[in-house]
């Protein structure tokens, strides 16, 4: 079973400043999710990626499959980018559920 | 489309009561999950279904908690016997069929047992 871990927990910016969020995983995948949670429950997909680098205006993530690790980086980051950020890979085998990270908390003051 | 939803948004309820959920999906999407998230923790898979069939169940659905796909389109799932550690966020996820494709998640259902 894959086992994703994630950092840091908490993370407080000031507007303007360069975010980097970190994960790991245990079990060779074939693509890493991250997602956005605002408060209120609602999360919504960021990226999909299996390989190098996708951007997504001021979001960039990034995957190292050799180390198993991705990063999730916000530039200029805004008040509006605070909320929990989770990574998650598939749980391996056919069905397709995905397991979590725990999240990481962000808060932009500005 | 409009994307997933989930009813109700929030549900309060007393120690004991059963309780039902609706997820609608988006109507392409043969796969449908839930999953349940408690505070300061990252979503854990509960069920999925392809289509109308529920192929896996985790360990964390006891016998209390059914699910159902019955026209594989939307699901409910039900809590019988509600108990305090059953309050959580419950989160549905659709998807097209195979691994690898992106999940979409809906708003959730908040259940709170006093």
Same mark, same amino acid.
């Given at each position: 079973?894959?086992? +994703? ?21 245990? +079990? ?13 429950? @609602? ?40 909320? +929990?950020?989770?990574?998650? +890979?598939?749980?391996? @085998? ?17 | ?6 009813? #109700? ?15 609608? #999906? ?16 990252? #979503? ?62 809906? #708003? ?7």
């Amino acid at each position: 079973k894959n086992e +994703v871990e994630q950092s840091p927990q908490n993370l407080t910016a000031q507007e303007g400043e360069f975010i980097t969020i970190n994960c790991s995983y245990s +079990v060779g995948i074939s693509a890493l999710h991250w997602l956005q949670q605002h408060p209120g429950g @609602g999360i919504v997909s960021l990226f999909m990626l299996s390989s190098g680098k996708k951007k997504h205006g001021r979001l960039i993530a990034t995957i190292n499959i050799q180390e198993k690790h991705s990063s999730l980086h916000i530039t200029a980051s805004h008040p509006r980018d605070s909320a +929990v950020y989770i990574c998650a +890979v598939p749980s391996g @085998g056919s069905q397709g559920n995905l397991i979590f990270g725990k999240g990481t908390k962000l808060s932009v003051k500005p | 489309d409009t994307g997933v939803s989930q009813n #109700p948004r929030h549900k309060i309820t007393k120690r004991g009561q059963n309780v039902t959920f609706r997820c609608d #999906p988006i109507s392409e999407h043969n796969r449908l999950y839930w999953y349940r998230q408690t505070l300061g923790q990252g #979503p854990e898979f509960l069920t999925y279904f392809q289509n109308e069939a529920q192929l896996e169940k985790s360990r964390l659905l006891s016998d209390r908690f059914s699910a159902e796909r019955p026209k594989g389109s939307f699901s409910t799932l039900e809590i019988q016997r509600t108990e305090q550690g059953d309050s959580a966020m419950y989160l549905c996820a659709s998807s097209l069929d195979g691994v690898g494709f992106e999940q979409y998640f809906g #708003p959730g259902t908040r259940l709170t047992v006093t």
